[in-house]
C-alpha cells in the first residue's frame, strides 16, 4: 500500500534525526542509538516492516548515500594536512589494512567457525572504518594534534579501499565458484584480482578528474545561479557516482571520495557552501541509513551472538586494531600516547552493514546456509566497537592528555588595546585565553602582555587549518567592520557551534539607511549586552576604565532576599561609576559570557567582570579607585580580594 510505504518512509527520517538529537542531547554515539532504534522499530516493535525493506531499491539507495557520504567526507580533507601525517595514513590504509583483513579473517575462521572463503570475505569488510563513525566520534571527543587529523583521514580513505578490497574477494569467491571456471588455478585468480583492481583505480580517478574538472569549470564561470549550485554539485557526484558504477563494480566509491579531496583543494572556487550543504544531507542520509539497516535484521540474529562472537570482538580491539596501528606508525614519530589513542578508535559504520547485507544477497546461492549468521557478526562488530570506542574514546583521550571534553578556553579575534585588557584578565582567572588579528604590531604587542596571540586572516583558510583550537570552546569577535565580523561568525561555525560565537553589536555608522545591519541568522550572539559595540567599548577604555572584579555590595546583598537578579534590577540601582559587566562568574565556579541581557540572571554570591570607569560625561580621565566605587555605587563591591583563579566550567549565560 502506498499509505503504508509512505508512513515508513516518514518514520525512518523522525527516528533517524530524532535518535541523533538524543544523542547529542545525552553526549552519546550517535550511532550506537541510530542501531539500537532501527532494531526496536524493526523486529521487535514491527513499526517499520522488515519485508518493505528487502529489494534492489534498498542496495542502490545505500550504496549511492556512501557515495555522497564519501564525498562530504573528502571536502573536509585538506593536502596540506599530510605533511605530517602523510606517512602514517597510508600506512594505516595498506599496512595497517591487511594486518586487520588477514588477523580478523583468521579470528573468524578459527573463533567463529565460518569457512575459509566466507572468512576471508567478511576481513576485508571489517576493514572499513568510515566517516559515518569517525568524524561524529572525533566531534564527540575532539582530540588535539596529530591524532585526530590522522584518524579523521584513515576514516574517509579506508572506507573505499576497504570496499574495493571486499568487492575484489567477492568477486574471486564468486570465479572460483562458477561451474564455467572450475579448476581456475592461482595464476588465473591472480590475474583477475589484478585487472579488477587496476580498472577500480583507473576509473575511478578517470571519472573523478573529468568531473571535477567539469563542475569547477561550471562554478568558475558562473554558468549556474548562486542558488542552484548545491543542486548542480549534488548532480555531478551522482553521476560521477553511477557512470563509475557502471563501468567498473563499486568504483563509485573511491571516486566520489576522490572528487570531494579534489574539489576542496582547489584553488579557483569557494566550497564553503557546497560544504554546509552536504553536511546536513549527512545528517539526513547517516539517519537513514542506519535506521533502514538494522531495521532489516530479524529476531533470530540474536542466536549468532554467542561467547565466540564476544571473543572475536575483544580480539579485534585488544589486538588486531593496536598491532595495526603500532606496525604502521614505525618512524612515524608519534608518541606512546597518539598511538594509544588511535588503538582505541576503530569503530565500524555503514559501508560494513551495507557491504555484507549486500554480499550476503549476493552469495545466498553459492553459500547456502552458510551466509544467515554473516550479517548479524558483521552487525554484532559494528555494535560492540561503537559502544565500546564510543563510550571510552573520551575518557581515555582525556586521561592521556589529548582531549578536552568540555573546553573552555576563550579565542578572541581582535587583538586591540582594550580587547587585549579584557583578555589579560580572563585569563588571570584561569581560563586559557588566545587572540587572531592580522595586525602585526596588535600581535606583537598581546605577547608582550603575556598572551597568547597569532597573526592570521580570520577570513582564510589558514585561520582554521593553521591554527592549533585545542581548548577553546568559546568565540569572542571584538571587530571595528560589522560586515567582516559577521563573516568571521560564519567562518568559524565549522568549529565552534553557533551558541559559543558572540559577536559585538554594529557601530552607529552600521546602522545608517545606506548601510543597514547584517542579518541575525548571519551573526554571533550579543558580545556584552546588545547595544555594546567596538566604539563604546573603546572610547570607555580610553577615558581611563578598567577591568575589575565586582561583587553585590552589601547594601544591596541586605535587601530583601531573591533568588537572583537580573539586569533591571541592577541598571535601575546604579549610581556613580559606569559598569559594563562582561562575564559573570558563578559561585560554583565558572565563566560565563554575558550576551543577551533579557536572560542574565546573577544570583547573589555571583560576581561580575566588569569594564568599570567614568560616565561619558565625566571630566576625569582616571578610572575611579576601588574605595570610590565602593562608597559611591551601592550595587557592587569591588572583589579584588577574591581574585586568585577559579575552577571554569563551560557555562552558557
Known sequence: MPESVLLNIALIVVLGIGAQWMAWRFRLPSILLLLLVGFLAGPVLGLVDPQSLRGDWLFAFVSLSIGIILFEGGLSLRLSELREVGTTVLALTTVGALLTWGLGAAGLHYIVGFNRSLSVLIGAILVVTGPTVIVPLLRHVQPRGRVGTIAKWEGITIDPVGAILAVLVLETLLLLNDPQHTGAGAGTVMEHVL???????????????????????????????????????????????????????????????LMGIALANQPFVSVQRIVEFKENLQVLLIGSLF???????????????????????????????????????????????????????????????????????????????????????????????????????????????????????????????????????????????ALLDNNALHVRQAREDGLEAHAVDVLSEAALDDTDLYGYGRLLIALPNDEVASLAALHFSDVFDSTNIYQLAAGPESRGEQTGTMPRHLRGRPLFGENTNYQSLASQMERGSTVLRLKLGEAFANQEAQEYYTAADLSSQEDGAMIRPLFRLPSGGGVEVIAELDRFRMRPDDELLALVGPPPAASSDAAPSPSALASNDPVFDVAEASAAPIPTTDAQS
Open 195 to 257: 585487472v579488477g583492481l587496476g580498472l577500480e583505480i583507473f576509473v575511478s580517478i578517470g571519472v573523478s578528474v573529468a568531473a571535477t574538472m567539469g563542475l569547477v569549470f561550471v562554478l568558475w564561470r558562473r554558468l549556474v545561479p548562486d542558488f542552484l549550485r548545491n543542486a548542480v554539485t549534488l548532480m555531478v557526484v551522482v553521476g560521477a557516482f553511477v557512470v563509475a558504477n557502471v563501468l567498473q563494480h563499486e568504483a563509485g566509491l573511491l571516486t566520489t571520495t
Open 291 to 433: 535506521v533502514l539497516l538494522s531495521a532489516r535484521l530479524e529476531l533470530s540474529a540474536l542466536s549468532y551472538l554467542n561467547r565466540d562472537v564476544l571473543l572475536f570482538l575483544g580480539l579485534l580491539v585488544g589486538l588486531v586494531r593496536p598491532l595495526a596501528v603500532f606496525v604502521s606508525s614505525i618512524g612515524s614519530g608519534l608518541g606512546w600516547k597518539e598511538k594509544a589513542f588511535l588503538s582505541w578508535l576503530a569503530p565500524r559504520g555503514v559501508v560494513a552493514a551495507a557491504v555484507a547485507s549486500l554480499f550476503a544477497f549476493q552469495l545466498r546461492p553459492v553459500f547456502p546456509g552458510a551466509v544467515d549468521g554473516m550479517v548479524p557478526v558483521v552487525f554484532a562488530v559494528i555494535v560492540g566497537t561503537v559502544a565500546i570506542y564510543g563510550l571510552t574514546a573520551a575518557p581515555l583521550a582525556q586521561w592521556l592528555g589529548l582531549a578536552d571534553p568540555n573546553p573552555n578556553g576563550v579565542l578572541f579575534v581582535g587583538a586591540a588595546p582594550w580587547v587585549r585588557s579584557i583578555a589579560q584578565r580572563v585569563q588571570n582567572l584561569g581560563v586559557p585565553v
